[in-house]
């Protein structure tokens, strides 16, 4: 039998201005700058504070409890009847957002510039230098294209083959695509661009070595034996090549000066290069932690005074021209509550980052004030969380995306957020401090013997940490630290 029946639940749903907040809170330095100025850019409403201004500086918030109630920014359509204008022309509500800092008042902004020519521009300006005709050099230009950032070509050459047609129109056969990839592609520098495994990648720069006996024993090996290689199955090895240890380990030397990713060494993209732009800034002063956010490139913005001049310039004739000036109000308050929730937004994800680094901070004290990584505490997002009454998935936002300058160099946050560990003596530890013990007994270890998880368990606990062999194992993935068997060498 149906029955109905009433039932009441509550949900919590994010609006939209809550989700871009969020978003903001993630973003890095870099992209925290480029994001303003894409707003400045896009918003009229919103102009950069040019004169220094010290009396409309941000007032310091009660930072204790972070709300993300933002103005919302209506979808819905507005009746120009329920407008104040008054509100928009207090001078409260005249927002702005200056980068001060108390302790920087006279430090030069700066702006690192980057130029130059991306990977595939590099190759392609070598490419046309060869001989070609118009349909073989649109051919090769095609299967340039399929490089990736290491170097190389992992699509198979029929599905390349088959794009020729379909994009280009051109009929092309396997084995032209072939020839120029191995006749022209391949000859590019850095040697090794244009191969589709790792073996090839090898043999490749082998080819462009000068001829001698190590050299010429290290292409066999990769040529018939790169399986042994890669396994390190040296006795094998010299049982297959009918060669010495010593001459086995001279070619051995040989390949491992050759470079697995060519691709790496050359990139004129500036989103590839290796260079950190740190987030936050702790300095020891006097004895005590001083922690700073870095927004020196960022924009001083504000509303603009000139929309805000426009908007009052409408209120007068509002009564007389309601139908005719009806859209230009609708435009300008929207424009001027879009800026005004940006201004409102900057000032919170600044408040935010502020207090979660400050916390995390306080929680390390001891490692910041000595630079001792077995002085870093145990310690979880949920830690932080609780202590300053933000969310989780907030307080990872700030430690996935931010690095932190300290005396001791530049980290990424999350590095300091490690799983809890009990010790013989019944001390909690953190887990940074038991891969710090891995590392330095693998560093110490026979490398021609070397220690096996077994064993690296075994030498924890005499040392009195109790940690399991995989527990040893997952550590030393995490550390990109390979297996015994593939940190031997001869």
Known sequence: MLKQKFLQKGQQKLSPQQIKLMKLVQLSTLDFEQRVKQELEENPALEEEIEEDTSSSIEESDTSVIDFDLPEQEDKPIDISEINIDEYLSDDEILDFKNNNPNNHNEEKYIPIVSGISFQEYLKSQLHTFRLNQEDLLIADFILGNIDEDGYIRRKIPA???????????????????????NYIQKLDPIGIGARNLQECIFI??????????????????????????????????????????????????????????????????????????????????????????????????????????????????????????????????KIDSAKWFVDAIKQRQNTLMLTMNAIMDYQKEYFFTGDPYKIKPMILKNISQKIGV??????????????????????????????????????????????????????ENKKKPLTDEKL????????????????????????????RMRKIL
Not at 469 to 475: D, F, N, P
């Open 160 to 182: 390349i083959v088959d794009d020729i047609l379909l994009i280009l129109g051109i009929p092309v056969t396997a084995e032209k695509v072939e020839k120029l990839l191995v």
């Open 391 to 444: 969310g989780i998935s907030t307080v990872s936002r700030v430690a996935n995306s931010k690095y932190v300058n300290t005396p001791y160099g530049t980290f990424l946050i999350k590095s300091f957020f490690s799983e809890k560990m009990i010790n013989e003596e019944g001390v909690e530890i953190s887990s940074i401090e038991i891969k710090k013990l891995l590392g330095e007994s693998i560093a110490k």
């Open 457 to 484: 368990s075994k030498i924890l606990k005499k040392k009195g940490y109790l940690v399991a062999r995989r527990t040893v194992a997952k550590y030393r993935d995490q550390m990109q630290i390979p297996v015994a």
């Open 205 to 334: 720069q082998l080819e462009n070595k000068k001829k001698s006996h190590d050299v010429n024993l290290a292409k066999r090996i990769i040529k018939k034996n790169f399986e042994f290689f890669t396994k390190k199955n040296y006795k094998k090895l010299q049982n297959k090549l009918g060669a010495t240890k010593n001459d086995l380990r001279k070619a051995i030397y040989q390949i491992e000066k050759l470079n697995p990713k060519p691709g790496k060494i050359y990139s004129g993209n500036p989103r590839n290069l290796d260079h950190l732009i740190p987030d936050f800034t702790i300095c020891i002063l006097d004895g005590k932690l001083e922690l700073s956010l870095n927004h020196r490139n960022t924009p001083e913005i504000k509303v603009s005074s000139l929309y805000l001049d426009m908007l009052k310039s409408y209120k007068s004739s509002k009564e007389r021209n309601m139908k005719k000036n009806e859209n230009t109000i609708l435009f300008l308050k929207q």
